[in-house]
């Protein structure tokens, strides 16, 4: 057995993560000895104890290492190790390093995560925070930074597609195996990813399924990757606030959007600005702090190899109901959002969530003053 081959053992087996990784290799002097180790030897590290000693001494009934190459190999997954060239480099100065990374797409773009710029923010989200978030992570991929998200809905979904766009690279986080990747909705999105040169990664086996420790797990590794963190709309539960945590905790900037005061999903950016999140209005704001970091070229030195953000990226629309009535009812220019729903003759709340829709698609553009135009 090789140290690699231990070291996907040792992150596949339950209750065994990077801390008590640390722990049993500093103790036997290898993941290869701690995996051959007593029950009795193993007990007596603090913060092993009998149950997982017993666990890590009958790792074959947890872990058929062979089983899972085949099957990442099958996938198009390559594995990425601490020692290993590629493995991101600020990822390896956080306190719980992942053990390995489960890698989709290309390696190469791992390394370049020393100039990236993490975007986040709620799931549910509005117009203004889609616009934002186009704006912010449009402005990072020209200056020719790497953009990492959690390729979940909302504010992720918009910074990978923005990202792609712009024809900068994007490397896309999850919570969950490579096997079982959520939400399943975003599947195109990272077969883009990947085939526009980033990477959807994880740290879990490759049938991990998704759950409430996995995400905040997930969210340390973005923030860890990235040199700076942008939250763009959160809530005061929201968990893109765990991020901007624990970027604070490993030394990173930390940027907030500001919005509307009386939102919900504002509470979470303004209580980022309070406790001294930069306040961000454009991507100036951003550029601003990076050019002041050692290795980081100015934005407008790398812009010029970059395409500019497209004026009208939408190629093929399919639409039809309500989102087809919309964009027809657009197609003589802008309107208010109020005469969209008076001439729709549809409920307020569905006419929102078609234009929520509409934007996602990149079909339309919402404008000052609640106003809406095709692009």
Known sequence: MDTHTALLILNSLPGIGPSRKRLLVNAFDSAEAALQASPEALSRIDGIGWKLARIIHEWRQYCDPDKELRCAAQAGVSLVFEDDDVYPPLLKNIHDPPICLYVRGSQPALKETRNALAVVGSRRTTLYGLRMTEKLAGGAAVAGWPVISGLARGIDTQAHETTLQCGGCTIAVIGSGLAQLYPQENVGLALRIVEGGGAVISEFPMHYKPDRRSFPMRNRIIAGMATGTLVVEAGLQSGSLITAAQALEQ????????????????????????????LVESFDDIADDFSLLPGLPPPEKNAEKRPEIPKNPVVELKLQGLE?????????GEQSIDDLIDQSGEETSSVLAALLTLELKHAVRQLPGRRVTRR
Request: aromatic share 8%; with cysteine; net charge positive.
């Open 324 to 332: 087809l009535k919309l964009w027809s009812l657009l197609q003589d």
């Open 251 to 278: 030394g990173r900037l930390v940027f907030a959007v500001p919005g509307p005061a009386d939102t919900p999903y504002s509470k979470g950016c303004h209580a980022l600005i309070k406790d001294g999140a930069k």
